[in-house]
């Protein structure tokens, strides 16, 4: 069993800052691609960043400049850097990840519990 463990989520005045984390914990292998995603009220969930275990990134053209990931192999955890934020930045973000549970099987997708960025003066 795989658990995926946000924190960081909060209030924050516009043209702020928060830092995201999320660990893996549980029985695996390896972890590949992990990723943020975010969902706004009323609206579909939407796909942040994302970072290969090799360390290639990806970004959604809003966040582009203003957000990092990054992550930390041998913990087993994803950071999410969020500077000059915005309040269409309010959403609650989830963690993602494919998860090995062994060299040989195809990875199985993970999602966190969520983290709650309200972006508000």
């Known amino acids: 069993q795989v658990q995926l463990v946000e924190s960081g989520g909060g209030l924050v005045q516009p043209g702020g800052s928060l830092r995201l984390s999320c660990a893996a914990s549980?029985?695996?292998?390896?972890?590949?691609?992990m990723g943020w995603y975010r969902q706004a009220p009323g609206k579909q969930r939407e796909l942040v960043t994302t970072?290969?275990?090799?360390?290639?990134?990806n970004y959604e053209d809003s966040v582009k400049g203003r957000f990092t990931i990054s992550r930390d192999n041998a913990e087993n955890t994803v950071y999410l850097q969020m500077n000059n934020l915005k309040p269409e930045d309010t959403a609650v973000y989830y963690c993602?990840?494919?998860?090995?549970?062994?060299?040989?099987?195809?990875?199985?997708?993970?999602w966190g519990q969520g983290t709650q960025v309200t972006v508000s003066s």
């Open positions: 970072i290969t275990s090799g360390g290639s990134t």
């Open positions: 549980g029985t695996f292998f390896s972890i590949d691609a």
């Open positions: 993602n990840a494919d998860v090995r549970q062994t060299f040989y099987t195809q990875p199985t997708n993970y």
